[in-house]
């Protein structure tokens, strides 16, 4: 398991996130999941399809996450199973695969709702082992984008057909993804995000620009500090380096976009200076004091090395 497939699985696992998430793309905010009603399911989906010569051909697949949910209204509770796929990048075949593990998850609950009735109705429903009473749970798979670039794959099963008959795809059902892609959440919307997820979806919008980050993490306190595992996260996804200290609750966001800024300029000031002495325009020695740092500190900055104290050797 990559880096990023670990720790995404371990920042969404925690129920505050999950919930937040769900909240978000389905109730616009408003915290109708409580996320001390969710509980863990097995992600494991399997299925047995039948090949050509008519013996069973198991596949199996694992999902990211999948739990359970009782969603409690003022007269009455539903149960719910939602999902979260991670990707890390573009998945060109990401509907289908989706459909997939939320079709196995109806099945399972059909195999399970016949097992604990431990007889097989009569009539129908002896096929099916499903009786005409029997109920389902809905299942809801949200699938989310850490990438930075543009999601460029199919959000539909129908995208990826190319050109066909519209009367022919009257008979065909449409698969569609519940995509969230932080690039395209309007600015607006941030607030509806209740959770670490905010500060995580804001650095992933707006990772090009420091000084909007620090704007952001400025105006907004309740997210200018925030968990190390979201550190973690900001880190593989954009490569921002941010250090913290194990001993540190919760990391200061403002504080280390302006070390990462700071870091930045210092960086370039002293690549400017490495192809100046490469050239031969100014010696280690001129390089250094236009640094304010020593001939032996400038070295170990740039990787260059002195040669009679003066030049490259």
Known sequence: M???????????????????????????????IKPENLTPLDTTAIAIPYGSDGKPFPI??????????????DDRATYVVLGVENQSQVHYAMPPRTMFYDAVQYL???????????????GAGF?????????????????????????????????????????????????KLNLIVPSEIEEEDFPKLHSDLNPLFRFLKHTGSASRLVADFSS???????????????????????????????????QAILDIKAHASEQGALNVLTNLVAKGILTLREAAEEA??????????????????????
């Open 220 to 254: 907004d306190s309740a997210f200018r500090f925030v968990d190390k595992t979201t550190v973690d996260m900001i880190n593989v996804f954009t490569d921002a380096n941010i250090p913290y200290s194990q001993n540190e609750e919760r990391v200061d966001m403002c």
């Open 2 to 32: 990559s880096d990023k497939d670990a720790i995404s699985k371990e920042f969404m696992q925690n129920p505050v996130i999950f919930a937040d998430l769900f909240n978000f793309k389905i109730y616009g905010g408003r915290q109708v």
């Open 292 to 313: 304010n740092m020593t001939v032996a500190e400038f070295c170990a900055k740039t990787g260059l090395t002195e040669r009679g104290g003066d030049g490259l050797a």
């Open 108 to 122: 399972n609950q059909i195999a399970t709702a016949e097992r604990l009735k431990g007889e097989l109705p009569t």
């Open 127 to 175: 096929l099916s082992g499903f009786g005409r009473k029997d109920k389902i749970f809905p299942v809801a798979t949200a699938t989310v984008y850490y990438g930075t670039d543009e999601w460029t794959g199919p959000r539909s099963l129908f995208e990826m057909f190319g050109d066909y008959d519209p009367e022919l795809l009257q008979f065909v059902q449409d698969y």
């Open 60 to 73: 199996q697949k694992y999902r990211d996450l999948l739990k359970q949910v009782c969603i409690k209204y």
